[in-house]
């Protein structure tokens, strides 16, 4: 069974965009993330519909709320058939446990995932909040509660993964986006990775977009990433 490691983001707001984009893709090479906005607009019918043409669905909606609302909305996201659902760790312990206890009575237990700093936040942003370390402690701090409270993992900047995989130990899954192969364009992130150094660092599943939505021909983008991770993977 294929494991792809690369996850590609749908960025769109219409389904027709996103199909548009799937027929070029293969789910054996990569699984695909759907969002806020796409979700908003195309909501459980598309997801349903890319997990019937195949692919592993990352559903990044973030959950944050009291424990009971967030437990029922991860035991729906499990009943939809995703394989991996997210929750901010800011939520605290007994909203991830509760989670975790809601997802584990399914006959499907998609992999739930922690959100611990976004990475649009800065120690600036932190102080206005009243949180008086730095990011990189936070970051640390939230990852740890992620893992005692049974998640499967977070998702994280690849410039944290050696920290947290040093930390937490090799099953914890890491999620990293921020992800340039050489030579393509930053975009709008700001300290990237590529998807060598990713792999190399420890880094689980790679969330890359526009080097692959944006190329003249995805697929073959979709190749030469998934080449340069098999070739990192067997040094790691
Ligand atoms: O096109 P690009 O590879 O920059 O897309 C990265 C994807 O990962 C986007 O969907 C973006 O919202 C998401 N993401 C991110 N940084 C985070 C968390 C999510 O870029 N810290």
Same mark, same amino acid.
């Given at each position: 069974?294929?494991?792809?490691?690369?996850?590609v983001?749908?960025?769109?707001?219409?389904?027709?965009?996103?199909?548009?984009?799937?027929?070029?893709?293969?789910?054996?090479?990569?699984?695909?993330?759907?969002?806020?906005?796409?979700? &908003?607009?195309?909501?459980?019918?598309l997801?349903e519909?890319?997990?019937?043409?195949?692919f592993?669905?990352?559903?990044?909606?973030k959950?944050?709320?009291?424990?009971?609302?967030?437990?029922?909305?991860c035991?729906?996201?499990a009943d939809?058939?995703?394989w991996?659902v997210?929750?901010h760790?800011?939520g605290?312990s007994?909203m991830?446990?509760?989670?975790?206890?809601e997802?584990?009575?399914?006959?499907?237990?998609?992999?739930?995932?922690?959100v &611990?700093?976004?990475?649009?936040m800065?120690?600036?942003?932190?102080?206005?909040?009243?949180?008086?370390?730095?990011?990189?402690?936070?970051?640390?701090r939230?990852?740890?509660?992620?893992? %005692?409270?049974g998640?499967?993992?977070?998702v994280?900047s690849a410039?944290?993964?050696?920290?947290?995989?040093?930390?937490?130990?090799?099953?914890f899954?890491?999620?990293?986006?921020?992800?340039?192969p050489?030579g393509?364009?930053?975009?709008?992130?700001?300290?990237?990775? &590529?998807?060598?150094?990713?792999?190399?660092?420890?880094?689980?599943?790679?969330?890359?977009?526009r080097?692959?939505t944006?190329a003249?021909?995805?697929?073959?983008?979709?190749? %030469?990433?998934?080449?340069?991770?098999?070739a990192?993977?067997?040094?790691?």
């Open positions: 069974m294929s494991n792809p490691r690369i996850i983001p749908l960025d769109f707001n219409t389904a027709e965009q996103a199909l548009q984009l799937i027929e070029k893709l293969q789910p054996d090479l990569c699984r695909l993330k759907v969002g806020k906005e796409l979700f &908003t607009k195309a909501g459980p019918v997801v519909k890319l997990i019937e043409k195949g592993d669905i990352f559903l990044d909606l959950f944050h709320d009291i424990p009971t609302t967030v437990a029922k909305a035991a729906v996201a939809l058939g995703v991996m997210n929750v760790a800011s605290g007994e991830m446990s509760l989670a975790r206890e997802i584990e009575k399914k006959s499907h237990r998609p992999l739930l995932i922690g &611990t700093i976004l990475t649009s800065n120690q600036q942003a932190l102080a206005e909040l009243g949180i008086q370390c730095s990011v990189e402690e936070q970051v640390m939230l990852a740890q509660l992620t893992s %005692d409270a998640l499967d993992g977070v994280c410039h944290e993964v050696k920290m947290l995989r040093d930390n937490l130990g090799k099953e899954k890491l999620v990293t986006p921020g992800i340039r050489g393509s364009s930053n975009d709008d992130q700001k300290r990237v990775m &590529t998807p060598g150094q990713a792999i190399s660092a420890g880094s689980d599943y790679l969330v890359i977009g080097p692959i944006q003249a021909d995805p697929i073959q983008a979709l190749k %030469d990433i998934s080449e340069e991770i098999s990192a993977s067997t040094n790691v």
